[in-house]
């Protein structure tokens, strides 16, 4: 039993910023990764960034240098530092925790990127 709720998301201009979190709760006696996903519009879910148990983050391609993944164990919490946003970026951001028995995902939270 796992529970993921992700804050943060809200209307921001071209080249803004924002941080999302998402707050993990139950059952977590081993956690190997979380990441952030997301999704826009008519298309799929794409990864964003992960970062594993040990520290080791991993980026899409569009988002390096502009986006940050970090955690915080004793909180049960992983952030997401969104800087430089541009129209794109605009989607669902969802939370994804990759425990021992699977995945697990929060319901999402809404970025738009507009002026």
């Known amino acids: 039993q796992v529970q993921l709720v992700e804050s943060g998301g809200g209307l921001v201009q071209p080249g803004g910023s924002l941080r999302l979190s998402c707050a993990a709760s139950?059952?977590?006696?081993?956690?190997?990764?979380m990441g952030w996903y997301r999704q826009a519009p008519g298309k799929q879910r794409d990864l964003v960034a992960i970062?594993?148990?040990?520290?080791?983050?991993t980026y899409t391609d569009s988002v390096k240098g502009r986006f940050t993944i970090s955690g915080d164990n004793a909180k049960n919490t992983v952030y997401l530092q969104m800087n430089n946003l541009r129209p794109e970026d605009t989607a669902v951001y969802y939370c994804?925790?990759?425990?021992?028995?699977?995945?697990?995902w929060g319901s999402g939270t809404l970025v738009t990127v507009s002026l």
């Open positions: 994804n925790l990759l425990g021992s028995s699977g995945a697990y």
């Open positions: 139950g059952n977590l006696f081993s956690v190997n990764a």
């Open positions: 970062i594993t148990s040990g520290g080791i983050t």
